[in-house]
């Protein structure tokens, strides 16, 4: 092909896709857009729409981003997540200059390091939506149901289950002024990337982290699944299998010694999903998550 010719194709596919971005106001990943700057599913890196939302008078857009309890409205920052515990999020986006005639975002939230996933579960309704990603990958996007006056927006955040290991959130804004087309806006030039710490579990702050392993994980149709943990004191532990909600599926009660010891684990029942494997005894306790596939 003609380096000129392909030169100007993706040029103009660069331009679709930020026409697209807030031109589309019921949110650029419902239309199959992507551009939180996050690590890319395929790989890569997810752009952004500021090489084309740039022409504005708004500025860039300043991001703020806070959590509260579910229900309550006491929203803060936060550095360290507790597994499993649902939380409302709010992004505020603001403005430098002249003020924007409407709003919109998009976040997602996954793993750190190598390989990052959608961590934990988003949900929303009103004026913010949870979209998918590019099919089987497995992302979602909580992003502006249509552009808005507000701006401030807000969704739900179910934490993932323990042993999921720190999360990163990617977060974008954009300042339009509702004419058609990509001229006029301003929108992100880079995400606000959030970094949460995994904290412990509720009631379980005070626990002693054994050190153990789960193999093979993941779990494959068929395969025994079987615990290894170093023991540091001799009692009576409490074996159990939950799902992410918290629902016991299986436990068993045995007598420890110190020192290493090996466990099957009962997961002829469990179906493909993810689930929290637990071992403890008093302050003593293992906790990592199984996926069986």
Known sequence: MNKNIYTYLLLAGGLLACVTFLGNSRGAASAGNYYTGAPSAAGG???????????????????????????????????????????????????????????????????????????????ASGPVRISNGPNGSGRRYAEQSQISNDSSFVFSWTAPDAGTGAVDIYSVGNLVNRAQGMGG???????????????????????????????????????????????????????????????????????????????????????PGVYVVSLQSGADAFVQRLVVE
């Open 185 to 271: 806006d301003n929108g992100s030039s880079s995400p606000l990337i959030t970094a949460l710490a995994e904290g412990q579990p509720s009631g379980v702050n005070n626990l002693v982290r054994l050190s153990g392993a789960l193999f093979p994980n993941p779990l494959r149709p068929g395969q025994a699944a079987t615990l290894r943990v170093d023991v540091l004191r001799s009692g009576d532990y409490q074996l159990q299998v939950t799902d992410l909600a918290g629902r016991i599926l299986t436990r068993s009660d045995q007598y420890l010694a110190t020192g290493s010891q090996t466990l099957n684990l009962n997961v002829a029942s469990l179906v």
């Open 45 to 123: 890196t997810e752009g952004t729409c500021s090489t084309c939302h740039r022409s504005g008078s708004f500025g860039e857009p300043s991001l703020e981003l806070l959590f509260a309890d579910a229900g309550s409205d006491d929203f803060a920052a936060l550095t360290a997540y507790e597994p499993g515990k649902e939380y409302q999020v709010k992004l505020a986006v603001g403005y430098m200059s002249d003020a924007p005639a409407g709003y919109g975002f998009q976040t997602q939230i996954l793993t750190s390091g190598a390989n990052p996933t959608t961590a934990g579960t988003l949900t």
